[in-house]
């Protein structure tokens, strides 16, 4: 089956898995989604990924969860940018998320990166998630 929305796919598998208390949760691999995963890790949201080939050649990402006191380390999860609605912002409208204490992952020119970070560099892009 064709998925039309490749990051909404692998944030509606986190979601799920973390509401069922799975440690680990795979999805296809793609570059954006690397790079996503790459700045939740950063930020301590998850454990980390790891690249793994299957047999028919295909790679997926298998993502370990993080957990405290048996509670996941992400609350909320929520796509911005969709196939159907694309969110771009200039580096002066970026908001902070859960007043400081989530993030927002946003992909410029520079690369995929949190939003704090695309402030202290001066550039807007596709905001493509919220995390908190």
């Known amino acids: ?53 299957k047999s028919n050649g295909q790679s997926e990402l298998e993502i370990e969860l993080k957990y405290a006191n048996g509670q996941p380390a992400i609350r909320e999860l929520t796509r911005v940018s969709t196939p159907g609605r694309r969110v771009y912002r200039p580096v002066r409208d970026l908001k902070m998320v859960a007043n400081g204490l989530g993030v927002a992952i946003v992909s410029t020119p520079k690369g995929v990166m949190p939003d704090w970070r695309a402030r202290e560099e001066n550039v807007g892009g596709e905001v493509l998630c919220n995390v908190f």
């Open 1 to 53: 089956m064709a998925v039309n929305d490749p990051l909404g796919d692998m944030l509606t598998r986190i979601r799920n898995a973390q509401m069922r208390r799975r440690p680990k949760v795979s999805t296809p691999a793609s570059n954006l989604r690397q790079r996503v995963l790459d700045v939740l890790a950063e930020e301590g949201y998850i454990r980390g990924y790891m690249k793994v080939e």
